[in-house]
């Protein structure tokens, strides 16, 4: 726990409850932030902090509201580093069915991952809009939502479970990334065209890829999931994209002869990208480009752009 006082906002996404929840724990049960500095709203102390976490988890226990702010209002004050103890007549701890890995991922990942296990829908959509709003997609996608959603899996691979997670955490994010992408809408012409893999049905990926080209201005058109090769060579056939982004998250899905077709489109783009773990690098094609993150993706589309702009003028 940090020691500087924190604002309602930091402290909602740590514990990963919404920042309405924090203004009824304070308004209704009196666990609000006790640290005041003329002039400024008052922050969070990591005393109070601590309490809130008592009060995050006794609730998510299915203990009444009122009865885990009398808990959390008893606790002692944080020892020196920043942990607080109960008192023995505290009911101990249930796992409530795990929790979600996040690795070395920051407190911001944790408490989203807390959020998502209690299908917290408000906290899920705060936190990952105002890391969009204040990080960027790239480094939202690659710093929290990474992080979270390979947890998830992890989760789901180990127990079979977790799937009303995954589906609301991803109806969740990919809200928040079509709102990112519609609040910086390209100017220029939409020189990128993302696509997924016959019968590939993750997006959030490519959905990621789209928030962050709006942001870069880099103009994009989205055909999504399940494309067949015959519908790809149409748009491309029709469009003419500098570049195009074909999406494979799994072996099942990155067949190396639909980036083939592509290769022999009539309207061969100037850039094709195998992007997404699917993809083994020793079967692609000549002249087919693996992007290695997000970053990079971004980067190589927002270069072929601007080369085809630059010819286009000369």
């Known amino acids: ?21 924090l203004r009824t724990w304070h308004q209704r049960y009196g666990l609000g932030p006790s640290e ?3 002039g400024h709203h008052r922050r969070y102390t990591p005393a109070d902090l601590a309490r809130l976490e008592i009060m995050r988890r006794l609730t998510a226990e299915g203990v009444s509201p009122a009865e885990a702010a009398r808990w959390a209002r008893q606790a002692p004050d944080p020892s020196p580093n920043g942990t607080v103890a109960l008192r023995r007549a505290h009911p101990p701890a249930r796992d409530g069915g795990g929790s979600i890995p996040v690795g ?3 407190p911001v990942a944790r408490g989203l991952a807390r959020a998502a296990m209690r299908l917290d829908a408000a906290a899920i959509s705060e936190t990952v809009a105002h890391s969009l709003a204040t990080n960027g997609v790239v480094a939202t996608w690659e710093g929290l939502l990474r992080p979270v959603l390979a947890g998830i899996g992890e989760r789901h691979a180990a127990t079979a479970g977790l799937i009303e997670v995954e589906h609301l955490v991803s ?3 990919s809200e928040a990334l079509a709102a990112a992408s519609r609040a910086r809408v390209p100017t220029g012409p939409a020189r990128i065209l993302l696509s997924c893999a016959d019968e590939e049905q993750h997006t959030l990926p490519l959905e990621a890829l789209a928030a962050a080209l709006a942001e870069a201005g880099v103009g994009y058109r989205m055909l999504g999931a399940r494309v067949p090769v ?9 469009t003419g994209p500098a570049a195009v982004v074909l999406w494979s998250h799994t072996r099942a899905t990155a067949d190396p002869a639909q980036l083939s077709a592509l290769l022999a489109a009539p309207r061969r783009p100037l850039l094709a990208l195998a ?3 699917g993809w083994r690098a020793d079967t692609l094609p000549a002249g087919v480009v693996r992007p290695v993150d997000l970053a990079e993706a971004v980067s190589l589309a927002a270069a072929v752009r601007d080369s085809l702009d630059q010819s286009t003028r000369d």
């Open 104 to 106: 070395r991922a920051g």
């Open 36 to 38: 005041h500095v003329p």
């Open 275 to 277: 992007a997404g773990p």
């Open 1 to 21: 726990m940090v020691d500087e006082a924190l604002s309602a906002g930091a402290v909602a996404r740590r514990l990963g409850v919404a920042v309405t929840t």
């Open 230 to 238: 015959a519908a790809l060579i149409e748009a491309v056939n029709r």
């Open 171 to 173: 109806r969740c994010v």
